[in-house]
């Protein structure tokens, strides 16, 4: 089975702090992806990377920057939290079609 | 511009009700992939279906049914004999060019069934 972990379940930050949040996925994928899902609006797309090193911004990259340097992992940076990043972050992989969730971060910022 | 559309916000029914979600998409391509996930109140996206652009075959899976149209650019969900189980969000979503790197999807905003005892 595909197992993609994210490093926390809830996470709660300040204004203006930097926050990282870690994706491992176990199955050689190449493609990995970072998405935020805000009621009402679904998944959209924050970064995706089809290869180690190698990314691309998505829909909503304003605020955010990605770093992978391992193909198994993928990271998303905050670099200064604002209020409005407030949401559940969803990390997913695929090796060519469907991709495979972890379990999601809840992120607040106070 | 390729787009899902989900219209049902939120749906209730009563166990054992059959319960059918609405998936239409726009894309300009003539291959793509159209997929379902279901998203339990524990968050994780659980992936049920995938079905390419080719093949509009119907699709059955235990109380899982899935119908596509291409003539009406849809790709509608029903569950049959609803269980409390199947209370969850479940999103529709499109991948076009199905050569392109990265295999992007489009999501639609989810749809949000509650089946009651």
């Known amino acids: 089975d595909v197992k993609v972990t994210q490093s926390s379940r809830y996470l709660v930050k300040r204004t203006g702090e930097k926050v990282f949040l870690e994706c491992v996925q176990d199955?050689?994928?190449?493609?990995m992806f970072w998405y935020r899902q805000d009621p009402g609006l679904g998944l959209r797309l924050i970064y995706f990377?089809?290869?180690?090193?190698?990314?691309e911004k998505g829909d909503i990259p304003e605020g955010y920057s990605v770093s992978r340097e391992k193909k198994e992992r993928f990271s998303l940076i905050l670099e200064s939290a604002s209020t409005n990043q407030t949401s559940m972050y969803l990390c997913?992989?695929?090796?060519?079609?469907?991709?495979?969730f972890g379990p999601g971060t809840r992120l607040t910022v106070l | 511009a390729q787009k899902v559309t989900q219209a049902q916000t939120e749906i209730s029914v009563v166990e054992k009700e059959d319960v059918t979600l609405d998936c239409v998409y726009e894309?300009?391509?003539?291959?793509?992939?159209l997929f379902w996930y279901k998203q339990p109140p524990s968050g994780e996206l659980v992936f049920l279906i995938r079905?390419?652009?080719?093949?509009?075959q119907n699709e059955i899976s235990g109380r899982y049914s899935w119908n596509f149209q291409k003539s009406t650019s849809s790709f509608n969900f029903t569950i049959t004999a609803s269980q409390v189980v199947d209370s969850a969000v479940y999103f529709c979503?499109?991948?076009?060019?199905?050569?392109?790197?990265?295999?992007?999807?489009?999501f639609g905003q989810g749809t949000e069934l509650s089946v009651k005892p």
């Open positions: 997913a992989s695929s090796a060519y079609n469907e991709q495979f």
């Open positions: 199955m050689d994928h190449e493609n």
């Open positions: 990377s089809y290869d180690v090193k190698m990314k």
């Open positions: 894309t300009r391509d003539t291959t793509y992939y």
């Open positions: 079905r390419n652009s080719f093949d509009e």
């Open positions: 979503a499109l991948r076009e060019g199905i050569y392109n790197q990265g295999g992007k999807l489009i």
